[in-house]
């Protein structure tokens, strides 16, 4: 079946610093969305792409979608501690269900 | 107020019980479903129902059983035959399958 694969699995960074999630499938996406998960919360959507080479930006986050609609990115300039929890990008399959990257945990070292 | 209910939001059970865990929506979706969450893991489909009286195996299906007798309900059974329960449960909805998905907050469940 279709998979999406989410690197990395963790990344630890200063506050201040920059983080950066990818999603990469092997098959062409018709579109892809973004949820945010905080420690012990919920997940929370964020945004959808749809369109080849989409760019989105939602103040310090900044959304891409590949031109061959193959990958995505979402990158935080400056990080904060409100940006702590995990990322989890989602795709949806030809069945209509949505398939879940296994996210990317953005710890801010102390 | 608008949104999914879960409830309880903790749960303990007892080896070889039986627990539901309650789901309710007031947004008017047509499709719902079940999650599981190990500790630093990700989301692992368990069932899911686009419509109701129809409802679909997921990834992880073994050990549990759910009903939609109705739109806004959806709630899932934790059988004694899930032999490792211990697990942070997410009950979501969308206006359809494939669309944003919008989760409750959660039910803790815990083996003791």
């Known amino acids: 079946g279709q998979q999406v694969m989410q690197i990395p699995q963790y990344q630890h960074v200063q506050e201040g610093e920059d983080f950066t999630t990818y999603c990469n499938s092997s098959?062409?996406?018709?579109?892809i969305q973004w949820y945010k998960q905080r420690p012990g919360g919920h997940p929370v959507f964020l945004i959808q792409?749809?369109?080849s080479g989409e760019v989105k930006k939602q103040k310090r986050l900044t959304f891409q979608f590949g031109e061959a609609k193959k990958n995505s990115s979402l990158h935080i300039t400056a990080t904060q501690t409100t940006d702590v929890g995990t990322y989890f990008c989602?795709?949806?399959?030809?069945?209509?269900?949505?398939?879940w990257g296994a996210g990317t945990k953005l710890i801010i070292k102390p | 107020d608008g949104g999914i209910t879960q409830s309880p939001k903790y749960l303990f059970r007892k080896e070889g019980q039986n627990v539901t865990l309650s789901c309710e929506q007031n947004?008017?979706?047509?499709?719902m479903y079940w999650y599981r969450q190990d500790p630093g893991q990700g989301l692992r489909l368990i069932y899911y129902?686009?419509?109701?009286?129809?409802?679909q195996k997921g990834d992880i299906a073994e050990g549990y059983s759910v009903s939609r007798e109705k739109k806004e309900s959806f709630p899932l059974t934790v059988t004694s035959a899930q032999k490792n329960p211990t697990a942070f449960y997410l009950c979501?909805?969308?206006?359809?399958?494939?669309?944003?998905?919008?989760f409750g907050e959660g039910s803790w469940l815990t083996v003791v």
């Open positions: 792409l749809v369109k």
């Open positions: 979501a909805s969308s206006r359809w399958a494939g669309n944003t998905i919008y």
């Open positions: 098959t062409t996406l018709s579109n």
């Open positions: 947004l008017n979706h047509d499709a």
């Open positions: 129902s686009q419509i109701v009286n129809d409802f």
């Open positions: 989602a795709v949806r399959d030809s069945n209509y269900q949505l398939i």
